[in-house]
């Protein structure tokens, strides 16, 4: 598959393999299972998988601490199972990115074994240590519920040592040079096996420099840029997307001239697009869009509405996250670090016409989308598990034992009460042309049958009603008028006199005469093209 910027307007689909199918009956998603859902994912238009990471890991943090990044964890399947599901997914059309994990490694990595047990170790210096824990004072702590600082004291390297994220994932030492040409040597390894790129986890925090934050410092971005550079002349049509929480003014560092990332998440929209449809006001959208710059035209930003962790609100103030916390965690225990460990569909109290609309968001401002699995069925959460694995259930496809996920017993307790998979799966949904996942899907086919969709022309239109989100998508021949109604009321939204014309209704597939006001059902939405 070749074509470099494909990118620039693709549907992103995120998987975690253990909870997607298991082929085996062992209660754990494999990389078989998803070979066998790959039809699904095309059915549904996605053009590029993200799975979460399958590596050998003892999973204190779910994958993202790796004990070996060359190999796949067998309860997942074997490097042969994955280069099949690369070719089967090829040959549909669908790309796979992994993730890639840089900064830092589990502490049952052999480099940690070694580094703590042997002060002499060519691996001592592949981390970051200290005497004292006052070095780099005053650095954001990220797992605040669980981490009370970034250094832990080791008893066997008679040293503290660094790490941004939990306790059992040190922080590996940048300024290495050896570690440095690993993390290539890991990037190599999986492109050359036909992995279509990254999203590279957590690039802010590779460099700890006294005096600052420790953050997305000059000596990280040359780091990636050089990782750049390699995939560039070796594997073309790769991509890294960068796992970064920053406002879009900082995180346009990564993108830099086009020669760093291809991709960004938009991390300060989403949280705005959940707040917008809470204050029943749009402006909090227009606002961070006005402030998000122009980027170079071989890049892209990547939007969502959920992912595998918290929803984080982390970017809005706090007044905001109170009024959020209040509308969308009302219970103590949706709640983690700075936000909700709640999926789409409850956050949103099931109601499907705010579930559609933000989808409408997702679906038509500029940006590659990323859809998390099983939102698109309006997939629920189970609160009893700990941390963010009450979002990671096991993918309802069917109503029989189990949901179709499994022939064994589940990996983990399955979601209950109102979203169980006897009331939301996959089976139920395609039936009816009336589903969540049937108007998803038409959303994505519209969203390519329109190339004024997937490109990044936006221009607000003033409809005199703030709970109206208006804008036009494209130009000339193609141009697309989308309104959101963000509010639980009827409203008017004034149409401006140019915008006054025929069009059609792309939903329904029938005209649409544009008069100089539209009346919007509450939280609904409308794409007339003109
Ligand atoms: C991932 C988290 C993970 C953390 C540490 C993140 O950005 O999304 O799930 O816990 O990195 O690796």
Redesign the pocket.
């Known amino acids: 598959m070749t074509n470099s910027l494909w990118y620039k307007n693709a549907v992103f689909y995120e998987i975690s393999v253990r909870a997607f199918k298991d082929s085996d009956g062992d209660g754990h998603g494999d990389l078989q299972g998803l070979t066998e859902k790959l039809d699904y994912l095309k059915d549904l238009g996605v053009d590029c998988i993200w799975i ?1 990471p399958i590596y050998p890991s003892p999973l204190r ?2 994958g ?2 790796i004990a070996d990044y060359y190999s796949v964890d067998k309860t997942y399947g074997s490097l042969d199972q994955l280069k099949t599901l690369i070719e089967a997914a090829h040959q549909r059309g669908i790309r796979i990115i992994t ?1 890639l ?1 840089l ?2 490694t589990s502490d049952e990595h052999p480099w940690f074994q070694s580094a703590r047990a042997d002060k002499n170790s060519p691996y001592r210096d592949y981390y970051v240590w200290n005497d004292d824990d006052k070095k780099y004072a005053g650095v954001r702590i ?2 605040q519920d669980v981490e009370t600082s970034n250094w832990t004291w080791d008893e066997k390297a008679v040293q503290y040592f660094w790490h ?3 306790s059992t ?1 040190p922080d590996l030492n940048f300024d290495n040079p050896n570690v440095q040409d690993e993390m290539l040597n890991v990037v190599r390894f999986w492109l050359s096996m036909g992995i279509d790129g990254f999203r590279v ?2 690039p802010t925090y590779l460099f700890e420099r006294e005096g600052t934050n420790c953050e997305s410092l000059p000596e990280t971005h040359a780091y990636l840029k050089r990782m750049r550079r390699m995939i560039d002349a070796d594997f073309p049509n790769a991509i890294m997307l960068a ?1 970064s ?1 920053q406002w879009p003014r900082e995180l346009i560092q990564y993108f830099d001239n086009g020669d760093e990332f291809h991709m960004a998440f938009h991390f300060p929209l989403m949280p705005r697009i959940y707040l917008a449809l809470a204050q029943g006001d749009a402006s909090a959208i227009v606002k961070i869009l006005n402030d998000t710059p122009v980027i170079p035209a071989n890049c892209q930003w990547t939007t969502f509405l959920r ?3 918290e929803l984080t609100l982390e970017m809005v103030t706090d007044e905001e996250r109170k009024l959020m916390w209040r509308e969308y965690a009302p219970e103590e225990k949706m709640i983690l670090n700075l936000g909700i460990r709640r999926r789409l569909a409850p956050i949103l109290n099931n109601d499907r016409r705010k579930i559609e609309l933000v989808n409408s968001l997702l679906f038509t401002l500029p940006g590659s989308p990323i859809l998390y699995y099983g939102d698109e069925i309006g997939m629920g959460d189970n609160l009893n598990l700990p941390d ?1 694995h009450g979002v990671r259930t096991p993918m309802q496809w069917d109503d029989s034992l189990h949901a179709g996920f499994s022939a064994g017993t589940p990996f983990t307790e399955m979601v209950q009460g109102d979203y169980h998979y006897l009331k939301v799966n996959v089976a139920d949904q395609m039936k009816s042309q009336h589903s969540l996942l049937r108007t998803i899907q038409k959303m994505i086919s519209l969203r390519k049958q329109y190339a004024a969709l997937g490109g990044n022309q936006l221009e607000w239109v003033e409809t005199d009603n703030p709970a109206v989100l208006a804008y036009l998508r494209g130009q000339g021949d193609e141009a697309i008028l989308v309104l959101n109604n963000l509010s639980e009321h009827v409203q008017v939204a004034h149409i401006p006199a140019e915008y006054q014309t025929s069009g059609q209704n792309l939903f329904e597939d029938r005209p649409y005469i544009l008069n100089a006001h539209v009346s919007l059902q509450p939280y609904s939405y409308l794409w007339i093209k003109l």
Do not use: L, P, T
């Open positions: 979460m943090d779910d993202y601490d993730d994990v900064n830092h990220i797992f941004r994220f939990y994932q986890d957590a796992e929480n992912n595998h962790d963010r």
